[in-house]
């Protein structure tokens, strides 16, 4: 029985980790923590002396388990709800509770 639940646990640690738990690909990916993470970075670094003000807008994509993905974390839709035409700047913020719960942000400035 033991035997069982610890290989039950060890499925859900690993689908858990294979999902939608923190797999981005950006130039800037900070180290993540198994247990909990919370951070933002850039999503490119190619400024070319842009000017990060003005209008901010978001975007967002939540998971749980690995299993369910729902959101918009597309720069258009950001831009968007913000009115912005012009983007200066796209950063991302990544959160995560032990692969339960994750939270993509697409956070992008302009004019």
């Known amino acids: 029985m033991r035997t069982g639940m610890a290989v039950v646990l060890a499925a859900v640690v690993v689908a858990a980790s294979a999902g939608c738990a923190g797999f981005y690909r950006a130039p800037v990916v900070p180290p993540e923590g198994f247990f909990y993470s919370n951070y933002k970075a850039?999503?490119?670094?190619?400024?070319?002396?842009?000017?990060?003000?003005?209008?901010?807008?978001?975007g967002h994509t939540q998971c749980i388990l690995g299993l369910f993905s729902w959101g918009d974390a597309s720069m258009?839709?950001?831009?968007?709800?913000?009115?912005?035409?012009?983007?200066?700047?796209?950063?991302?913020?990544?959160?995560n509770v032990l692969g339960i719960y994750s939270r993509f942000t697409i956070v992008v400035t302009g004019q």
Do not use: W
């Open 42 to 58: 850039p999503i490119t670094t190619e400024f070319n002396d842009t000017q990060a003000t003005g209008k901010k807008g978001t």
């Open 76 to 95: 258009r839709s950001a831009a968007e709800s913000a009115g912005i035409t012009r983007i200066e700047h796209v950063e991302y913020d990544f959160y």
